[in-house]
């Protein structure tokens, strides 16, 4: 008897916000709009005799709205005051008004010159960056120096220190081999591929993989990278760790079949 009693109150408000939200929509001039008295019985009077499908087909009418959905037509469900066009997201984001609108807004993004626009972005944080003041680099230095989680910048500078087979294999090949060798490959020399060891002069790179570099991502990373610098008249070896670890000899006997070969190319290209 409680439960329908609340029921009933919660359907009787419910109009009433619904009437408020159409005449806010529609701009109905409240004095003439039709005016819906939410129920309030007495504490212990008797509750009226209407059963709960007579209830909502009396508010139906005032709570709930049937609309036809822009992208597929279907119809759906929704209150007066909402501005709903879709019956889901999926409608949504396939309709051709809502994708030219995203597009248009992705563009103003990207080619515009606002100050929302990435160009616009981009030369805000150029004009007002902090770190280019000496005193802000010095105090960050200081805040990790002081949280124990600072390191010297080498490898590249990205703070992580060279791997123990890397090191190993560079110690067993001789001082002619160096280590993170850079290839820049953007209009500046910021963006660069990384070599774990290098030869210069007959051009030889020898990258020791890791369990990591089995991941199908990380493999094509480095099909582009193998062919970027074999474009470039390199000689790409790939070693894994365990082969380092566990077969150095062997290792550092076909790394240095490769040389000879290379400088016997070089020493016939010469004549």
Partial sequence: MRLLKGFNLFLKSGAE?????????????????????PFSPQEDGPLPETSRAETLSSVSTDLFVTKNCETCGKPFVSRPCQKRRFCGRRCKYDSPRVRQLLSESAKARKGGTGPFSSKGASERM???????????????AKSKRAR????????????RSMPVPQQILLEALGPEWVSEKRFPWGASAIPAYLADIAHEQSKIVVEVDGENHRDDKVRARDARKDTFLSERGWFVLRVSNREVLENLDTVVASITSALQVRRTLFLEAEK
């Fill in 126 to 140: 150029k004009a007002h960056n902090p770190t280019k003041d000496p005193l802000v680099r010095e105090k960050i």
């Fill in 17 to 37: 916000t619904a009437r408020i939200c159409t005449m806010s929509r529609l701009k109905i001039d409240s004095t003439h709009a039709p005016v819906v008295t």
């Fill in 148 to 159: 124990g989680d600072w390191r010297p910048p080498v490898q590249g500078g990205n703070g």
